[in-house]
């Protein structure tokens, strides 16, 4: 249906008018980007029932390479679909929040492009069905999260953490392209529904693991898995908004979108399992670990994310039905309950001018509403009943309960599960509680935007964090209304395979009920002695992170390159010359070793008494340029006239226009030759030291020969002669010219000497520029 | 350290072998000759100028961007090949017609002509350019 390509289509023509709008009105843009945000949701909700019914909908256009396999194809099932939903749903919120949330000096028109931008090729990966276009679109998104992260750039940190995530998502991506065109190799399509339906042969081909090890490699960058996790905290510079649309709503989804997405491909093998799961656990782990560490509640987040995500991945490493579901289930109430977080976070920064948890406290009478809301995400994200992040953890202790029950040694997945979850319970405590509870603590700000007595927000900027936290709520409590609707299709989709389950609130007093209380017991206990926790944190604390690697290796890479690039330009002409012929002899000598041996002396041509003259002549000048390496100036003569020398020979072999040519550009040479010496001393230059000049005789000597041999094996060639031969008899039928060297020039090989007149004018103009900038700088000085 | 022999000399023989290059230009097709030698003609004939008088005498009476020089040949010759994808034919393919022009009588006009003035604009060009950037360069070091 064609509808489908307006749902990408449609954000990114809309970035393009975003900064067109006149500066007087500084909202337009974002209620522009609102507006269109909200009609892609509507767009979406009227594929809705198709969904429901269980019909993806499809399009697809034969554009570009069709017979690569490289075309436009999309496709919204409900795993799609749902997730596009989350994009154009969270990001409408989004685009209002920050609306209200950027101050008026801001530069909004670009901001709001690269948001728009951003959506659009967020919908773009959620609903390609062709792989490659899929890897376009998810570069696209980092590229986007570059411009966001980057926005205030003038901040030194902002820029660092921009590279940071181009760099780590921008090589996974790479991997990712390299995976998929494997894939292609391997299989002949780059149709996900095809991959699919022959899942089994891809699993018995030889490139099974490397395909599966590089599409992972994208996948656990962008979603930011150990050890790739690094780049996420620093992403945080971002403005909120971005933050919580991007770097935890749906960006950072996009890897646990492509898992759902591959999952029925690759499910089932010893070596996705191991993979998936155990860098997921880790991840989670870490994570959790981590964000009770960080007093910046927006590090704390970060942290969390990544925990959360760790958390997606482990599920779909398992391949069973419950851990699909709890996995599918729990991607979208993470996107509703941290995006309300970050929201919340927003919110305060702004209001007391601080996202330090040691400065933040008591704040619930002054913000009361903010803390409602607050109240229900970070509830949610704790894993409290009656919110919808309760529902997911006990999906997840259910699968984990199950794996528990494989053998003894599977109980160290449900015992790391549970520590996972307590942190979990602590870092969101730290939110709520921490901030809003407790005595009243806030740090007496000296910034301008912030008012002296914190109070609610307007309503810009609590109805976004609202309804997030609304849905929380309602998913709850009556989590069989978005069951029918959203995610029973998601799941389906993910799995490739209709099964009957139903979300309850209560399954009665079993195993994963008693873990979720343990956990929040335990959690509450961890909480009040959380000063004790971070005492043993800090001593076990190490000084050795993913993010020293990253410099160390970042700035090895850069020195490296330095101190290569110093090495090969070093600024020594004569290095240069010695290099750039050093080459050409090693690549004539590949070239021309096959046919050195057929050149045999009986085919030589004799030569004539004129001939033999000019030669001699030219023996003798050529050895005399050698011999008189004093003044600069005779030097320059005595090759001028081996120049002179050689156009008397192609005159004595009948080769005028060759003469004429060689005559001009000698002339022409030694006019450019004085104007250089003018500006050199006129004592004459020093002779190189002795190693040196053995180097450059050994050096000249093998290209002279080489161009000797060259020459010889080319005129001894039968071949050859019947060249001439053609153009002789051609050049004035077919193209009107009795010059057969003009012929050949202007039309024959015309496209040569286009080639060629090009590169004479790109030299020219680079001789120019270089002495035109030399100019400038001694100006300067 | 100028000449006034060379000076003055240098100044009458340019139109002398400005006509002799235009001669080479035209007749290239069918005798020794051509856009590339010319243009080095054209160029050869300027640079004596250049050394014989100065690069302000040069500049004042000629007063010509070399750069744009190089541009326009190269477009020239580029557009007369891709003149001929209008006509249906191949990029760079040639037609020919002959002409009969007052006082010259038959004359046989090829397209190729049109890519050889390309050439040639853009080897007086280059040339140009490289030694009168290298004679200011020259100049603004002495000073």
């Known amino acids: 249906m064609i509808g489908l390509i307006w749902i990408i289509l449609l954000p990114m023509l809309a970035a393009m008018v975003a900064p067109l709008w006149p500066k007087r009105w500084r909202n337009a843009p974002g209620w522009w980007a609102t507006a269109v945000s909200a009609s892609v949701v509507a767009l979406l909700a009227s594929f809705g029932p198709s969904i429901h019914k269980g019909e993806p909908v499809r399009f697809s256009l034969p554009w570009p390479a069709p017979e690569f396999g490289v075309q436009l194809a999309l496709g919204a099932d409900g795993w799609g679909w749902g997730f596009a939903l989350v994009v154009a749903g969270i990001g409408t919120l989004i685009c209002l929040y920050a609306v209200h949330y950027l101050s008026d000096k801001e530069p909004r028109g670009r901001f709001f492009a690269y948001l728009l931008l951003f959506e659009g090729a967020m919908l773009g990966v959620v609903l390609s069905s062709n792989l490659l276009f899929l890897v376009v679109f998810w570069e696209l998104t980092s590229v986007a999260s570059f411009l966001l992260i980057g926005f205030w750039h003038q901040q030194e940190r902002a820029r660092y953490g921009a590279y940071k995530a181009l760099l780590i998502t921008g090589i996974g991506g790479l991997g990712l392209l390299a995976g998929v065109v494997m894939l292609y190799l391997a299989m002949g399509t780059f149709d996900l529904y095809e991959l699919i339906a022959r899942a089994d042969e891809v699993q018995a081909h030889p490139w099974f693991v490397p395909i599966l090890v590089l599409i992972l490699l994208g996948v656990f960058t962008k979603s930011a898995q150990f050890p790739f996790h690094f780049w996420l905290p620093d992403a945080m510079t971002a403005p909120t908004p971005v933050s919580a649309y991007l770097h935890s709503a749906t960006m950072v989804k996009a890897g ?19 993979i998936v799961t155990t860098v997921g656990m880790a991840t989670m782990l870490l994570g959790a670990y981590a964000a009770v560490r960080k007093t910046d509640l927006k590090a704390l987040l970060a942290y969390s994310t990544i925990s959360q995500l760790g958390l997606i991945t482990m599920l779909y490493g398992f391949g069973t039905h419950t851990a699909a579901l709890a996995a599918t289930f729990h991607i979208f109430n993470h996107a509703a309950f941290k995006a309300g977080l970050f929201l919340v976070v927003g919110i305060v920064d702004h209001e007391t001018g601080t996202r330090d948890k040691r400065r933040l406290g008591g704040l619930a009478k002054a913000m009361p509403i903010t803390m409602v809301i607050c109240g229900a995400c970070a509830l949610a994200s704790a894993g409290v009943p009656l919110l919808n992040g309760f529902l997911s953890k006990e999906l997840f202790y259910t699968e984990m309960v199950e794996v528990g029950t494989r053998g003894w040694v599977w109980m160290i997945w449900p015992a790391l599960a549970i520590g996972g979850s307590i942190f979990t319970f602590v870092y969101s405590m730290e939110v709520f509680h921490g901030v809003f509870f407790g005595q009243l603590r806030m740090h007496d700000t000296h910034q301008e935007h912030a008012p002296h007595k914190p109070h609610d927000p307007g309503w810009g900027m609590l109805v976004p964090a609202g309804l997030l936290a ?40 079993t195993t994963p009920l008693i873990l979720s209380i343990l956990t929040m017991v335990a959690g509450v206990v961890l909480y009040l002695q959380r000063h004790r926790l971070g005492q043993v944190q800090e001593r076990f604390a190490w000084s050795f992170t993913a993010h020293t690697i990253y410099d160390g290796a970042l700035n090895g890479l850069i020195g490296s390159t330095d101190w290569l690039t110093n090495k090969l330009q070093n600024g020594r002409l004569r290095q240069y010359l010695w290099w750039a012929a050093a080459t050409l002899v090693a690549a004539m000598l590949y070239a021309a070793a096959p046919v050195l041996g057929t050149i045999l002396p009986s085919q030589f041509t004799t030569i004539s008494g004129w001939e033999t003259v000019l030669l001699l002549l030219l023996i003798a000048a050529a050895v005399g340029v050698v011999w008189r390496n004093g003044e600069r100036l005779s030097a320059v003569i005595t090759v001028g006239s081996v120049g002179l020398l050689i156009s008397g020979l192609y005159l004595v072999m009948s080769a005028p226009d060759l003469a004429l040519t060689q005559l001009l550009v000698e002339s022409v040479t030694i006019i450019l030759f004085l104007f250089v010496l003018w500006r050199l001393p ?3 230059p020093k002779s190189s030291p002795r190693r040196h000049r053995a180097s450059d005789a050994v050096l000249s000597i093998a290209f002279g020969g080489l161009i000797c041999l060259l020459v010889l094996g080319v005129s001894a060639s039968k071949q050859l002669w019947a060249l001439p031969e053609y153009f002789t008899q051609t050049s004035l039928p077919e193209a009107g010219g009795r010059n057969i060297v003009n012929v050949i020039l202007v039309d024959f090989r015309g496209f040569d000497t286009l080639g060629e007149i090009t ?4 030299a020219a103009l680079g001789a120019f520029a270089l002495l035109r900038l030399r100019n400038g700088k001694e100006r300067d000085r | 350290m100028m000449s006034l022999i060379l000076a003055t000399v240098s100044r009458l023989l340019l139109p002398v072998l400005a006509l ?18 010319a243009g080095l003609l054209t ?51 040639h037609r020919m017609a002959h002409v009969h022009l007052p006082l010259l009588g038959e004359v046989e006009l090829a397209t190729a002509l049109g890519f050889d003035l390309g050439v040639y604009l853009v080897v007086v060009g280059m040339t140009l350019l490289m030694v009168s950037t290298l004679a200011e360069q020259k100049k603004e070091a002495g000073r």
């Not at chain 1, 590169?759 to 790109?762: C, E, Q």
């Not at chain 2, 235009?22 to 097709?29: F, N, T």
């Open chain 1, 256 to 274: 646990v979108f492509l898992l759902g997405r591959i999952h029925p491909i690759f499910r089932g093998r010893e070596e996705w399992f191991w």
């Open chain 1, 470 to 509: 609304t849905v929380c709520v309602l998913v709850g409590l009556w989590p069989g209304v978005l069951e029918g609707w959203l995610l029973k299709p998601a799941v389906w989709a993910v799995w490739q395979q209709v099964f009957d389950f139903h979300v309850v609130i209560w399954h009665g007093f």
């Open chain 1, 682 to 684: 006129q004592e004459a």
């Open chain 1, 759 to 762: 590169v004479l004018g790109i």
């Open chain 2, 20 to 37: 002799y290059s235009l001669h080479l230009m035209l007749r290239g097709h069918n005798a020794p000759g051509g856009g590339f030698i």
């Open chain 2, 43 to 93: 160029a050869a004939a300027l640079l004596l100028q250049y050394v014989a008088n100065s690069t302000a005498h040069v500049k004042q009476r000629l007063p010509l961007n070399y750069t744009v020089l190089i541009a326009v040949g190269l477009l020239l010759a580029g557009g007369t090949g891709a003149a001929a994808l209008v006509y249906g034919s191949a990029f760079l393919e």
